[in-house]
């Protein structure tokens, strides 16, 4: 079993940044890969980061270039970096960990772009 802790969300004006934490227990997530998703209201959830055990990434076409993820395995965290955000990043971000037979999702944590 993992339990998976998102943090960081807020209340941001366009064009401010954010950091999300999700912090992993329950057992070691180094040798996972971990993402991030979101979904706004009335929308499907969509991924939009994901980081490999070995560190590569990818990232969704709308994110590229503003959002990081980073992972540190000696915290059993996973981070994502927001800068630049839009109304349109508005939604709530959830953690995931991939541990082969089944994952695990966290709570969520929301993000509102807004002036």
Known sequence: QVQL???GG???QPGGSLRLSCAASGSTVSANAMAWY???PGKKRELVAAIASGGS???ADSVKGRF???RDN???TVYLQMNSLKPEDTAAYYCFVDRGLRGYWGQGTQVTVSS
């Open 38 to 40: 979101r979904q706004a």
């Open 57 to 59: 990434t990818n990232y």
């Open 68 to 70: 990081t993820i980073s």
């Open 5 to 7: 802790v998102e943090s």
């Open 10 to 12: 807020g209340l941001v």
């Open 74 to 76: 000696a915290k059993n």
